[in-house]
């Protein structure tokens, strides 16, 4: 069965400072996608990124970067420089190929100025 | 490219009332899926469409929930009769397929049961 732990429930930084949440998944397959999405305050589920098992390429997007590790099944987001407005509740996804998106809990990270 | 639209975005019943959301999914996307997210959890699938069949009901509570896709476009989602532990945030998305895609979601449904 497929499953996703974040391990982080809430993280609070100062503006400026990089922060990294972790993602843990569980899978049988060898063929899967990982996602993260962002819950800003008004609720809607912001896609990010997603990534497939084949690719272990580590992406950046600006502030945004993602580190895949199969050895470790570990997705993890770090923000660079984090601003006020990436106070969210940030949530990692795994889907087996043609199978259900299934969440983790989501961490909660707030950004001080 | 409009996105995916829910309404309405707020609900208050009583306990035993019955209830209804409607979710029209991004134009082209034959998957839509219903998701209910509890205060402090992450989302958890209700039922999945492909076209106007159902994928994946596995978690749907169907002694009370029911879900249709009309002529695999809009889709509704009805509550009958609420329980105080439905209170949720109703979450309806959408993607090309239903494979590797990433979902789409609406700014969903706040229900309140009473």
């Known amino acids: 069965a497929q499953k996703v732990t974040q391990a982080q429930t809430e993280i609070s930084v100062v503006e400026k400072e990089d922060v990294t949440l972790d993602c843990v998944y569980e899978t049988r397959d060898t063929t899967y996608y990982l996602f993260w999405y962002k819950q800003p305050p008004s609720g809607e589920l912001v896609f990010l990124i997603r990534?497939?098992?084949?690719?272990?390429q580590n992406e950046i997007s600006g502030r945004y970067s993602w580190n895949f590790q199969k050895s470790t099944s570990s997705f993890n987001f770090t923000i660079t420089a984090s601003q006020v407005v990436d106070s969210a509740v940030y949530f990692c996804a795994l889907r087996e190929y043609g199978n259900k998106l299934v969440f983790g809990a989501g961490t909660i990270l707030r950004v001080k100025s | 490219e409009a996105g995916v639209a829910q309404s309405p975005r707020y609900k208050i019943i009583e306990k035993r009332q019955s209830v209804a959301f409607w979710c029209n999914p991004i134009?082209?996307?034959?998957?839509l899926y219903w998701y209910q997210q509890i205060l402090g959890q992450g989302p958890k699938l209700l039922i999945q469409?492909?076209?106007?069949?159902?994928?994946?009901d596995s978690q749907l509570p169907k002694d009370r929930f029911s879900a249709e896709r009309l002529k695999g476009v809009d889709s509704t989602l009805k509550i009958q009769p609420a329980k105080l532990e439905d209170s949720a945030v109703y979450l309806c998305a959408s993607s090309l397929d239903p494979g590797r895609a990433e979902a789409f979601f609406g700014q969903g449904t706040r229900l309140t049961v009473v």
């Open positions: 469409f492909q076209n106007n069949g159902v994928v994946d």
């Open positions: 990534r497939n098992s084949f690719d272990e």
């Open positions: 134009s082209g996307h034959a998957t």
